[in-house]
């Protein structure tokens, strides 16, 4: 059931305002003040009586005028929001949101308007732009050049952020795609790696006075996708595409059709970290776009090309892949690139055939491109133009195909936007469901788009097989995404390798420093609701029977989340629960072990036995029973590179 009310308590007032318009949460806690001080308008955010922002700027430039300065406080109106929905394929199924809403309308001496929108929840802000008709309602058609927004921190502050990428570089020039590495609990003028600035999400530390975590969320056609500038006289600002971006093609500044509203930037604010990876902010301000004849699909799938690479994609091999899909009471397969080529559109059928009456759906993967990169993985120029796309839909549909994989966009210009959208809404209309690779944030998709299943915009499995360096970091990158990167989005990080070695002879390759627990633990804690794991079949043998036992049972859709310890880039542990059944999942990245005692007391556990899968020095994984004495306090030592998961209802 979904029950949406707004009540409207003070209209629009007009004339002159002196002083600053606060809007506090339900529970007072959290206040938004916003003024506008020699002309620029401004706000500050506070959390217990804590300063978090303070003094930032607000306003756009536009083609129209500059919406960012010379401008007056005209009205304002406030409201209360109750909103109550199930959304699937994130981290919570069911959702209570309740804001106070404050919006503030200001106006320069042009005659140029532009309103504030707030909402404000116990842990959240929520703001965007809502900008009428200008020029007494003559000028319809806008381009927004750049935006004054920005985020004055305390100096107190520290910055766990990850660079945003040069336009065009990389493999086949397909960057930005959101994989670069993590500056964590660093000064705020630590310069971003490309001098481009940071991506969405940014987590900021405000000394000992509390947590931010800043994204956006209801991206689509109609706008870009923004990121953080550079530490710049003291503020983090919107930044919007690179012009290189798409091999320079499209524009970096979004034209909006009037009336219009801008996506929403979100701030996630509290004393402890609970609050920002439990949050689910991206979705409570966003609606679904479209209706589909099905939910998107949740499932668990093998695929070769992870740890076998572009050698197994041929008929044999991916038949081998559906069988270990089989043994494992999976539900997919996914078939990567080069399907066209080395197994040919006229032999598919057969593919699909054999997947088909093993009971395992196909993911057919294909390249976004299009002339905004080099890429030669195929198949290409199916799905950068309408004609061709819904050619390839119903050719999908027509062979049993339910969902597909797309891979290599070319950045965050509105132009991209649209071909994810156009993607999406084309592949509903065949009742196929949407994975993203080499891409950007999603930013409110799972519940914007109702066939939208996975994005990667992560240093990904696949950095395991490339380079020493990510199995080096595999732990410390997993410590931050629960903070972070999956905090405001699922993240399809095609996980749980269980070879020691990156290699299909599992003899040569990159070498795995982490447990098999710490795999168990990634499944849980890595949340996308299609699961694509990187089993091999000689795992079924070679691996603990005990850790293969946990990934044929493993699901892949949560009910709830709660963040029980941890700090980013050190150690983290996550309650998540499907059905009446907890999965409490911890990794560790420090040197040392971390001998932590788990408060589980709010997870009304009903028993006192659980089983525990864990790392242990020198040990094979094994599942022991486990005790809950006192729930309150569960003692478990966490090895270095080396996880656990306790099961228990
Ligand atoms: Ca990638």
Same mark, same amino acid.
């Given at each position: 059931m979904k029950k949406i009310y707004f009540s409207v308590i003070l209209l629009i007032s007009a004339g002159a305002w002196a002083s600053p318009l606060t809007v506090a949460s339900p529970d007072g806690k959290l206040k938004v003040v916003t003024d506008v001080a020699g002309g620029r308008p401004v706000y500050s955010v506070i959390y217990d009586g804590n300063t978090i922002l303070e003094n930032s700027p607000l306003g756009l430039l536009t083609d129209v005028g500059d919406l960012s300065n010379g401008m007056s406080l005209v009205g304002s109106e406030t409201s209360k929001v109750s909103k109550s929905y199930d959304q699937d394929k994130i981290k919570k199924s069911h959702i209570d949101y309740e804001a106070n809403r404050l919006v503030t309308t200001l106006r320069n001496d042009k005659g140029h308007e532009v309103s504030v929108e707030w909402l404000v929840s116990d842990n959240d802000v929520a703001f965007r732009y809502v900008i009428p008709r200008q020029n007494n309602g003559e000028t319809g058609a806008m381009v927004v050049? #750049?935006?004054?927004t920005g985020y004055r921190f305390p100096g107190e502050t520290k910055v766990f952020l990850t660079s945003h990428s040069e336009p065009m570089i990389g493999w086949k020039r397909t960057?930005?795609?959101?994989?670069e590495y993590y500056i964590t609990d660093?000064?705020?003028?630590?310069?971003s790696q490309f001098g481009r600035g940071f991506t969405f999400p940014g987590l900021f530390r405000v000394g000992d006075k509390g947590w931010a975590l800043l994204s956006e969320t209801g991206v689509d056609g109609y706008y870009c996708a923004s990121h953080l500038s550079d530490y710049n006289d003291g503020v983090f600002s919107i930044a919007y595409p690179m012009p290189e971006e798409n091999n320079g093609n499209g524009t970096a500044a979004p034209g909006i059709a009037l009336p219009a509203s801008t996506p929403w930037r979100t701030i996630t604010v509290a004393d402890n970290l609970a609050p920002i990876v439990e949050t689910t902010i991206p979705w409570n301000v966003v609606e679904p776009r479209y209706e589909t004849s099905r939910p998107g699909r949740p499932g668990r799938g093998t695929w070769s090309?992870?740890?076998?690479?572009?050698? #197994?994609?041929n008929m044999d091999d991916q038949k081998t892949f559906i069988d270990l899909a089989v043994d494992l009471g999976y539900e997919n397969i996914l078939i990567d690139a080069g399907w066209d080529k080395n197994i040919g559109y006229e032999r598919m059928p057969e593919l699909l055939g054999y997947a088909k009456d093993r009971g395992i759906r196909p993911i057919l993967w294909y390249s976004s491109s299009g002339h905004w990169n080099d890429i030669v993985q195929s198949p290409t120029n199916k799905m950068d133009r309408p004609i061709v796309r819904k050619k390839e839909m119903k050719w999908l549909r027509d062979n049993g195909v339910e969902c597909i994989k797309v891979d290599f966009f070319g950045g965050d210009k509105q132009e991209t936007m649209r071909l994810y959208e156009d993607i999406l809404s084309d592949a509903a209309d065949h009742g196929i469901d949407v994975i993203f690779h080499g891409c950007t944030l999603p930013r409110g998709w799972e519940r914007m788009y109702p066939n939208h299943v996975g994005s990667e915009a992560?240093?990904?499995?696949?950095n395991l097989i490339f380079e020493q360096i990510h199995c080096d970091l595999e732990a410390f990158h997993a410590t931050l995404h629960p903070f972070i990167r999956n905090a405001v989005a699922l993240m399809e990080y095609g996980g749980s390798v269980?070879?020691?070695?990156?290699n299909r002879d599992n003899k040569s390759g990159n070498t795995r420093l982490t447990g098999d627990g710490f795999q168990l633990a990634t499944s849980i804690l890595f949340q996308n609701p299609v699961q694509n794991f990187a089993l091999t079949p000689n795992n079924l043998t070679e691996a603990p029977a005990d850790a293969i036992a946990f990934m044929k049972a493993v699901p892949t859709t949560w009910d709830d989340t709660r963040l029980i310890d941890g700090y980013p880039g050190k150690y983290v542990v996550l309650a998540r629960r499907h059905d009446d059944k907890w999965y409490i999942a911890g990794v560790n990245a420090l040197k040392e072990p971390v001998k932590v005692k788990l408060d589980l007391s709010a997870l009304g556990l009903k028993g006192a036995e659980a089983v525990i899968y864990a790392d242990e020095k020198g040990k094979e994984l094994k599942a022991k029973p486990l005790k809950l004495k006192n729930a309150a306090s569960v003692p478990v030592e966490i090895m270095p590179d080396g996880g656990f998961v306790i099961v228990c209802e």
């Open positions: 050049r #750049s935006e004054a960057k930005p795609s959101y994989e660093a000064a705020m003028d630590t310069p090309w992870i740890v076998w690479q572009d050698n #197994s994609m992560v240093f990904a499995s696949e269980f070879n020691r070695r990156m």
